[in-house]
């Protein structure tokens, strides 16, 4: 099982980025899936997370500007961030929570990250 994250780049103050991460492999069932982030010199933090019914969290700085969904048919989360700020910028990477075919439980999965910078 692997988790694919695209979409991250340079985008200025108030602009808009679409992250993607897609989980592939031998996968019986994903439950919540969300976005960290962390930026240069800090910790990682909660950004936006969605469980498989489709409820969401928001880390209070996010709030009412980037919006978290997913695509179960194709095991994929998204990551709408508008009006974004040079304090958005980081490292971003999607996590889930997956049923592995043939393990018993289940496991936390990482993608390898992708770099927004908010920048003019």
Do not use: H
Request: overall charge positive.
């Amino acid at each position: 099982v692997q988790l694919q994250a695209s979409g991250g780049g340079l985008v200025q103050p108030g602009g808009s980025l679409r992250l993607s991460c897609a989980a592939s492999g031998s996968i019986f069932s994903i439950g919540t899936m969300a976005w960290y982030r962390q930026a240069p010199g800090k910790q990682r933090e909660l950004v936006a997370g969605i469980t498989s019914g489709g409820s969401t969290n928001y880390a209070d700085s996010v709030k009412g500007r980037f919006t978290i969904s997913r695509d179960n048919t194709k095991n994929t989360v998204y990551l709408q961030m508008n009006s974004l700020k040079p304090e958005d910028a980081a490292v971003y990477y999607c996590n889930a929570i997956i049923d592995v075919v043939g393990l018993r439980g289940e496991y936390n999965y990482w993608g390898q990250g992708t770099l927004v910078t908010v920048s003019s």
